[in-house]
């Protein structure tokens, strides 16, 4: 596995939600911005934010996205956009994330990307 650090985001071509407002005056602090390269076709990206109060939805000072794209098909992404709070994409399915912490939700993110590699392993 190859990090490279403070890429330009190849996340910002995948659909997603509306995007969200950050104003000027609030102290947004960057924790993590990692992108991590398995192979010619596969990489994971990792971006972490300390916010002053909670996203909607969620329960802690952390705004996030981790995202692992193989194909250029997002496979798994754990998020937490404002009114849905934290979540997983695991393929097709969308579930609930118990948040903890950054190194736990790092630590489940690699689990995930593991187990996504061994199902996906003969496709």
């Known amino acids: 596995m190859h990090v490279v650090r403070n890429p ?3 996340l910002e071509t995948l659909p ?12 947004v602090t960057e924790l993590v911005r990692d992108r991590m390269v398995f192979s010619d076709t596969a990489f994971a990206e990792l971006v972490l934010w300390l916010v ?4 909607g939805g969620s329960n802690h000072n952390y ?5 692992y794209v193989v194909d250029a098909v ?4 754990y998020d ?3 009114g849905k709070g934290d979540h997983r994409h695991f393929g097709d399915r969308v579930s609930a994330y118990a948040f ?5 939700l790092i630590s489940d993110f690699q689990r995930d990307i ?9 496709s």
């Open 114 to 122: 593991a187990r996504w590699n061994h199902e996906n392993r003969h």
């Open 16 to 27: 997603t939600a509306p995007p969200v407002v950050i104003l000027s005056n609030v102290r």
């Open 52 to 55: 002053p109060q909670p996203v």
């Open 63 to 67: 705004k996030y996205r981790l995202a």
């Open 8 to 10: 330009q985001s190849a």
């Open 80 to 82: 937490n956009e404002r």
């Open 74 to 77: 997002c496979v798994l992404r």
């Open 100 to 104: 903890s912490s950054p190194d736990q």
